[in-house]
């Protein structure tokens, strides 16, 4: 990018909301100086769940906390093949459109959450991602989720926790 289209950048986000769209057809919401703005924690993890990259989400997310009951590590592990099987199926992002678990049987019913949804196969997985003064301190599939946006096309659920690990 040139200099001259940064600046041109910048001067839109002072106007308001603006969106980059990249050449792989990624989003990225800029803040007023045209950059991307990650100032908290949970910024930053939705951030990288929206790009796949759980190289990045290991480094954000807390080592104190579980993420739906494995420690970190694991989660990570098991997250990362989830984003390898949206990447082989052609996906370079994930749109995140928000929703409620509807579930009678689990604590998390009416609870906020996200469906990460592919870019190009509508592949996707809803998440309950518990956020505590800006800082995600849980995240946990959800099984019975419905969107507020009625007429969002999901495909296949891509699930964490039953994907067979490679070896």
Do not use: W
């Not at 001067?11 to 908290?40: C, H, I």
């Not at 420690?71 to 390898?84: P, W």
């Not at 749109?95 to 409620?100: A, I, L």
């Amino acid at each position: 990018m040139t200099p001259e289209q940064k600046d041109i950048i910048k001067q839109l986000a002072q106007m308001g909301e603006v969106v980059y769209v990249k050449k792989d057809g990624s989003r990225v919401l800029l803040n007023e100086e045209g950059k991307v703005p990650l100032q908290t924690n949970a910024d930053a993890v939705f951030y990288f769940l929206e790009r796949l990259d759980s190289a990045m989400l290991k480094l954000v997310l807390d080592d104190a906390h579980t993420y739906q009951d494995y420690d970190k590590k694991v989660f990570v592990k098991k997250l990362s093949y989830a984003f390898d099987e949206l990447l082989s199926r052609g996906n370079t992002y994930l749109n995140r459109f928000e929703g409620n678990c509807t579930s009678n049987v689990c604590t998390n019913v009416h609870c906020q959450g996200f469906s990460f949804v592919g870019n190009s196969s509508q592949d996707y997985m809803d998440l309950i991602l518990e956020i505590k003064n800006n800082k995600v301190t849980d995240i946990f599939e959800c099984s019975t989720f419905i969107n507020s946006e009625t007429d969002l096309i999901k495909n296949e659920k891509i699930c964490i926790d039953t994907l067979e690990e490679p070896f």
